[in-house]
């Protein structure tokens, strides 16, 4: 059997070791402390299991659901941007379902790229915008995210050479795994910049919900003439608790949204009906779990940050998201300190490196697991002396 040359383009999987490791640790009856899953672990809202219990009893629900989502939905969603953000989107053109953001991201490569094609990506950054761009043929090409830039792209950095091959950029605020935030004028300066270059901007607002200490995140679409070069992935995974349902929505430029979707009608067949009826209901019901949710996780981030900060770390709260983003002590490496935490302290992180070259020297720590865990994992480090 013979396999194509963009599969061995596919770098080896890093966690690979660390999982491994954490298995052999496991099967020795050694209780570990996950840090790494940016998985939730609050519960999906009643109110969102009760609906789809309901739709459930309909015999329709189990038949094939439009290519492109049921109305509703999609209503629902336009309805959602419009309270949210002010912007006004077109159900039939400017919206589309997705089995999760993760699938749309996949598939808008095949749909915008050809061999050859440059796709900017934020470095470090959520693996798929580079390993999409691979599987379509394309070049990703590494945009920097520095701490000392608040972690957003120096789009001017960006060579001439590589913008003229560039299609696409994809940004990510409220980022993973950095945590940092944008605000308006960011996105205003990334329309410009598009603009001027030809560019389909891919927004992944995954985290738009996930907000701390009063920060609200804007959408890119509130930008005027955001919707000429932009197209927005969201996805109902993280601001419910939905990470295991699979539905999140495509929203914007409505060529890249017929793009999009031309790929999706070929390759799927949509969202089971009752998830569509149950996305409803998480986007027009009660919100007040997004208040609690983002309490507890912000209790959380102030357990981990400031025990961190207490062992010597030089590190921020992050106003967004799950995930603490921190830089590794002196003399380790992303992956030789995970693999020291790990095997001293059974706790697992993941090396910066994972999401991409410029992550080297950092490591993530997700809040997804309840505080008196968090607590433990800090004890663990001060008894073992890691320190930064
Ligand atoms: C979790 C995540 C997604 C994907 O979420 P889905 O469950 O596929 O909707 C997309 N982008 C980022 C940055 C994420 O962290």
Redo the contacts with the bound molecule.
């Keep these: 059997m013979r396999f194509s040359k963009k599969l061995k383009n596919i770098p080896p999987y890093l966690f690979a070791t660390i999982d491994k490791k954490m298995a052999e640790m496991k099967a020795k009856g050694i209780d570990i402390i996950s840090l790494g899953i940016?998985d939730p672990d609050l519960p999906t809202p009643q109110n969102i299991f009760k609906k789809m219990h309901e739709v459930l009893e309909d015999p329709k629900s189990g038949r094939y659901p439009p290519y492109e989502g049921i109305y509703a939905f999609r209503k629902a969603v336009a309805d959602w941007y419009k309270k949210r953000f002010g912007v006004i989107l077109d159900a039939d053109k400017e919206v589309v379902s997705?089995i999760?953001?993760?699938?749309g991201?996949a598939h808008i490569f095949p749909g915008v790229i050809d061999p050859g094609d440059i796709v900017l990506t934020t470095d470090p950054?959520?693996p798929?915008y580079k390993m999409g761009t691979l599987l379509a043929g394309g070049i990703p090409y590494s945009v920097p995210l520095k701490e000392k830039e608040g972690f957003l792209p120096n789009l001017e950095s960006i060579p001439k050479n590589i913008l003229k091959k560039a299609k696409m950029l994809f940004v990510?605020y409220p980022?993973?795994p950095t945590g940092a935030v944008c605000d308006i004028s960011f996105f205003k300066e990334v329309v410009k910049f598009a603009k001027k270059h030809d560019l389909l901007v891919c927004s992944?607002l995954?985290?738009s919900e996930v907000n701390y200490d009063g920060y609200v995140a804007p959408s890119i679409l509130q930008v005027p003439g955001g919707r000429d070069v932009a197209i927005e992935?969201h996805?109902?995974?993280?601001t419910y608790n939905m990470?295991g349902w699979?539905?999140?929505m495509a929203v914007g430029n409505a060529e890249a949204i017929k793009a999009l979707s031309t790929i999706k009608t070929n390759v799927d067949s949509g969202i089971f009906k009752a998830i569509q009826y149950a996305g409803i209901e998480a986007l027009t019901g009660p919100q007040d779990c997004i208040v609690k949710n983002n309490a507890i996780f912000q209790k959380r981030r102030d357990v981990l940050v400031e025990g961190l900060q207490s062992l010597g770390w030089p590190i921020e709260k992050p106003k967004a998201?799950f995930y603490v983003w921190a830089k590794v002590p002196k003399g380790y490496t992303s992956v030789s300190f995970c693999e020291e935490l790990l095997v001293k302290c059974g706790i697992m992180i993941v090396p910066g490196n994972g999401y991409g070259k410029f992550g080297e020297g950092y490591f993530r720590a997700a809040i997804t697991i309840p505080e008196e865990r968090i607590l433990e994992a800090l004890q663990r480090m001060e008894d073992k002396g890691i320190r930064w």
């Design positions: 940016g997705l999760g953001s993760k699938e991201i950054g959520y798929v990510n980022n993973n992944d995954a985290y992935f996805s109902l995974s993280k990470t699979r539905i999140g998201t």
